[in-house]
């Protein structure tokens, strides 16, 4: 039965499930407690090369937006791997959870490494 399922629920609860790749699982609890409250924060792209990713809540005042948004960006263009040729990020667009987005100049991003 196991099998059954596992076909059928198999994408749907890998993504909710601990994973030591994700850093939810590890052999140092302390450390990844500690990780976690001071903002670590995972992002991964979808096939589609779109990268879903919290920055904020609607409490935050602008300048706390503007340093996460920043840093994200940031830390997205230094992980660009070397093999990557021509425009690493296309365009970028902020929203909140249900509202619309807003566009952001991709060209005016500059990562600091």
């Known amino acids: 039965m196991m099998a059954q399922v596992g076909k059928e629920l198999g994408r749907t609860?890998?993504?909710?499930?601990?994973?030591?790749?994700a850093g939810t699982v590890s052999?140092?609890?302390?450390a990844a407690i500690r990780e976690i409250k001071a903002g670590k924060v995972e992002f991964r792209v979808?096939?589609?090369?779109?990268i879903h990713t919290?920055?904020?809540?609607?409490?935050?005042?602008?300048?706390?937006?503007?340093?996460n948004v920043s840093t994200l960006l940031d830390a997205i263009l230094r992980a660009k791997p070397p093999s990557a040729k021509g425009?690493?990020?296309?365009?970028?667009?902020l929203t909140s959870t249900m509202g619309p987005g807003v566009k952001?100049?991709?060209?005016?991003?500059k990562a600091t490494a």
């Open 87 to 93: 425009t690493y990020m296309r365009s970028v667009t």
């Open 104 to 109: 952001v100049d991709p060209n005016r991003v």
């Open 46 to 50: 979808d096939k589609a090369g779109i």
């Open 27 to 30: 052999p140092n609890i302390g």
């Open 13 to 21: 609860l890998a993504t909710k499930m601990p994973n030591p790749k």
């Open 54 to 67: 919290i920055v904020g809540k609607a409490s935050f005042d602008e300048n706390q937006l503007l340093d």
